[in-house]
C-alpha cells in the first residue's frame, strides 16, 4: 500500500514539475523583409532593430500590440497572434484552474516575420512549419497605433474601472500662445 502511495506521489510531483517547466515565457523570433526595420513590443520592449529575440510571457487576457518600422514608409501597427497551449488548459483544470488566468494559456508563436510593404507578419511555431499571414485589422492598427502615438506625446495608460484609459497632457493651442504676452529682452534681464 505505501508503495502505491510512494508511486502516486511521485506521478503527482512529476506533472506538477512539467506543468511548471511549461513556464509563463517564451522565446519569439523576430525577422523583417526590410533591413534597418525596428520593432516595439508594448509591454515588452522599447524600439530595437530587428533581427532579434524576445522573451514574451504568456497571455490568459490581452495582447501584444506593436509597431514595426522600416526606414521608409509608414510603420505597421497591430497585434501579434498568440497560439493557445492545449497542455497549459489540461494541467490547469488538473491541478489548479485559477492558474489558467493567473500564468496564461496562450503564447507567443516561435517566429514572426514582419513585412511592413506588404502591411502583413507572416509568423509560425517552428522553422519547418508553414508560414501564416495576419493582416492587422483596421481596429487592431488603429488600437495600436492610438497606443504607440500617446506615448510618443507623453501621455500614461491608466486602468479606470477594469479598463484602459489613456490620460494625455494638455495640448497647447495655436490661440492660447498668440494670447500670451511675449516677454521683452529688457525685461527678462532684470
Known amino acids: 500500500m505505501n508503495r502505491t502511495i510512494s508511486h502516486a506521489t511521485r506521478l503527482v510531483a512529476l506533472l506538477t514539475c512539467v506543468a511548471m517547466l511549461q513556464g509563463c515565457i517564451s522565446t519569439a523570433q523576430f525577422k523583417t523583409t526590410v533591413p534597418g526595420s525596428t520593432l516595439t513590443i508594448r509591454g515588452a520592449s522599447d524600439k530595437k532593430e530587428l533581427p532579434r529575440a524576445e522573451d514574451l510571457g504568456s497571455k490568459a487576457t490581452g495582447q501584444y500590440e506593436f509597431m514595426a518600422a522600416a526606414p521608409q514608409g ?47 507578419l507572416r509568423y509560425k511555431f517552428a522553422d519547418n512549419d508553414d508560414w501564416h499571414t495576419y493582416i492587422p485589422t483596421t481596429s487592431e492598427r488603429d488600437r495600436a497605433k492610438n497606443y504607440f502615438e500617446g506615448l510618443a506625446r507623453g501621455c500614461k495608460v491608466t486602468n479606470v474601472n477594469g479598463r484602459e484609459v489613456m490620460d494625455c497632457p494638455p495640448v497647447a493651442t495655436p490661440a492660447a500662445t498668440a494670447a500670451a504676452p511675449a516677454a521683452t529682452p529688457a525685461a527678462a534681464t532684470k
Do not use: Q, T, W
Not at 497585434?79 to 488538473?94: D, T
Not at 503564447?107 to 502591411?119: I, M, N, Q, R, S
Open 74 to 120: 509608414e510603420p505597421l501597427y497591430g497585434i501579434l497572434p498568440l497560439k493557445v497551449n492545449g497542455g497549459k488548459i489540461v494541467a490547469s483544470i488538473m491541478f489548479f484552474a485559477p492558474a489558467l488566468f493567473i500564468g496564461g494559456f496562450r503564447d507567443p508563436y516561435g517566429l514572426y516575420e514582419f513585412d511592413p510593404a506588404a502591411k502583413a
